[in-house]
């Protein structure tokens, strides 16, 4: 039941009140307020029906289950509100719903049963009078063998109601269930709602009918509690056979009937304060959950996407673009490790790695380059290209790097852009081994798809057997960082960057979680230890303060959850993340000791020797 299906209907009197209709509030003695979804004071049973029945019986027939239960004292008109007084306008709620149902669905199968829960405990058909037995089932109580009775027209809206009328007794509780069965032509299946109207008899009675209204607040109040929580249906039949009824799947709304007398004030605060209980009752999880926020979804999902695209581009890396997946094009290095591997083929090396549609790309970019060059240096010496015009003496050096038998003279001749391989030959030689380093530097930051870099990729190899003194690790390690390996050295701070902001939420949730659990016990030790209290007519109830505390303890149980979901998925993401730093930290070391041996030739070392 939900907060917003509670109703409270005022019998007319004519004696002084002490209880009043204040909007949608009652208010007591001047003081004390209850909220209801509505106060039906001098309403008819038109107007009753349309606020209270008319509502359920619309969910029925969308297919949601509902049940409505009447409460109230002894003559505040739970009675007259369900089944309705002697002349046809003082029809009740059931009447009322039976005709609105035969209306809408003429085609769908429709029964209806009715029985009691006698003081006795024992249970009664209505409509063919005679005893009928409990069995337990899956979703609680279920009746075997209850007679039911076709819903055709008006003549057996009216046949059902007489027998009703002429069977049931007072002192018992009194259930109408209206099945429906219809077939949704689009699914391809048949959907069975049930509607249930339940007018309880008076507290107050009798003891036994105390007892059994006292065991239905338990478990109306334990319903409020948390998920999970054992219900006390099977303390008695009335519980048992209202379990299915009561559930989270079922739309559930309760009248609260009440004399407003001075003189029956004790009644009305008994009927009010089992309003406010069951006004605690959650939503039901499943008719809520029918309909998901499709704002939330789509944000959700965008996020997800988002995470996954991170994923995959640091996957990408690891695997140095062997990755299969991929939607980012390839970056410089993955660039110029095909290019590596194009020119390692062409010298009679392995194929080239392929493994990706960007790699195919990459590889025929590749080609088409070294075919461009090898063309260009087919053409006669000092015939100009359109490439040549534009980009001057560059292109000019290019073309001459080709040809092995001018390569001295040229080197010679650009003195002020020395290679190692052209200082050694030239004045500067090892003099100007800063120099040396920085071109070697330079020339490993940046691979652009251009003839120079091919170029340069070639000088690199032809000069490999012959490397500047390697400087110090630092140094040595800050030129790669700020050349080569910047991509991944910055890949690898900011996952770890990441890792330690994950590992300082996910600490922050334990503490919110312990701290939580130790609430929790001391709320639950003081909830053991408060006595409950005992009215005038001996029932047992739970005082005010034992509820809140109950209730309270009923959000702190959600907030644990809560808390919970919150570490353990903070604590997953902190360990994926410093694993990920981890692989990065790997693959830097990798990557650094080959950059170090094709820059010196120093020899690599495993990561586990770096390490
Ligand atoms: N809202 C109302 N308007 C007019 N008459 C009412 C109203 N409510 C109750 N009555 C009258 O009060 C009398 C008692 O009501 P009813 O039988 O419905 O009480 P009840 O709550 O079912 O009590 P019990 O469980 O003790 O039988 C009925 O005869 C009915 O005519």
């Known amino acids: 039941m939900s907060p917003d299906k509670v109703f409270v209907r005022l019998r007319p009197t004519e004696a002084v009140q002490a209880v009043k209709k204040a909007k949608n509030c009652v208010v007591i003695e001047d003081e004390c307020e209850f909220e209801a979804t509505g106060v039906l004071d001098n309403a008819s049973q038109d107007e009753t029906f349309k606020a209270v029945g008319r509502p359920l019986v619309e969910a029925t027939l969308r297919g949601i289950s509902s049940t409505l239960l009447a409460y109230g004292g002894i003559g505040s008109g739970k009675t007259y509100s369900l089944f309705g007084g002697k002349v046809n306008h003082e029809r009740g709620i059931i009447p009322r719903a039976l005709e609105m149902i035969v209306q809408k669905m003429g085609s769908a199968q429709i029964q209806v049963s009715a029985y009691e829960v006698r003081s006795t405990d024992h249970i009664v058909d209505l409509l063919t009078p005679g005893p009928i037995d409990l069995v337990t089932c899956t979703v609680g109580g279920q009746l075997r063998d209850i007679s039911s009775y076709p819903l055709k027209d008006g003549q057996s809206v009216r046949d059902i109601m007489k027998l009703i009328e002429t069977n049931r007794t007072i002192n018992s509780h009194q259930m109408t269930s209206i099945t429906i069965l219809q077939h949704d032509e689009a699914a391809g299946e048949t959907i069975k709602s049930q509607l249930l109207f339940v007018d309880l008899a008076s507290a107050g009675r009798n003891s036994v009918v105390s007892r059994q209204l006292s065991l239905l607040e338990h478990v109306v109040v334990t319903l409020g509690c948390k998920r999970g ?20 799947e079922t739309n559930t709304a309760l009248l609260c009937t009440l004399q407003p007398d001075k003189k029956l004030l004790s009644e009305a605060l008994a009927t009010i304060r089992f309003a406010s209980r069951a006004s605690k009752m959650p939503i039901s999880r499943e008719v809520r959950d029918r309909a998901p926020d499709p704002f939330l979804k789509v944000a959700e999902l965008n996020k997800e996407i988002e995470t996954l695209k991170r994923e ?81 003496n560059k292109s000019a050096k290019t073309s001459a790097k080709g040809n092995s038998g001018k390569q001295k003279n040229d080197a010679d001749d650009k003195p002020e852009t020395p290679t190692p391989k052209s200082a050694k030959r030239g004045d500067k030689g090892k003099n100007d081994k800063k120099e040396a380093l920085d071109k070697r530097a330079s020339a490993s930051k940046v691979a652009p798809q251009t003839e ?46 990441q890792a330690i902001n994950l590992e300082k939420v996910s600490q922050e949730q334990a503490e919110i979680y312990n701290d939580r659990i130790k609430i929790r016990n001391e709320l639950k030790r003081k ?25 309270k303890l009923k959000s702190l ?55």
């Open 229 to 248: 929580t054992r219900v006390p249906y099977r303390e008695c039949r009335l519980t048992h056979t209202l379990q299915a009824s009561l559930s989270s």
């Open 312 to 392: 995959l581009s640091v996957q990408s890396l690891l695997t140095r673009g062997k990755s299969t997946m991929g939607i980012e094009p390839l970056n410089a290095n993955q660039i110029a490790e095909a290019q590596r591997q194009v020119e390692e083929y062409l010298a009679g090396g392995q194929y080239p790695d392929v493994i990706s549609n960007r790699q195919l790309c990459a590889v025929f970019t590749a080609f088409k380059q070294v075919l461009a060059k090898v063309s260009e240096e087919m053409k006669p010496k000092g015939a100009p290209t359109p490439v040549e015009d534009t980009k001057g």
């Open 452 to 497: 120079s870099t091919l170029s340069d990729e070639i000088e690199k190899d032809a000069g490999a057997d012959e490397h500047p003194e390697p400087p110090e690790k630092q140094v040595s390690y800050k030129m790669f960082r700020e050349g080569e390996g910047r991509v991944v050295v910055r890949l690898l701070r900011d996952a770890e960057v």
């Open 527 to 551: 909830v053991r230890n408060t006595p409950d209290e005992v009215l005038p007519d001996g029932r047992p109830v739970i005082t005010e303060d034992k509820l809140a505390d109950i209730l």
């Open 557 to 611: 149980k959600q907030e644990l959850t809560d808390a919970e979901k919150k570490f353990h998925v903070s604590k997953a993401k902190a360990e994926y993340c410093r694993d990920q730093a981890r692989k990065i930290a790997e693959r830097v070391v990798i990557e650094f000791a080959e950059w170090e041996k094709r820059t010196f030739g120093l020899e690599s070392k495993t990561p586990a020797q770096e390490a």
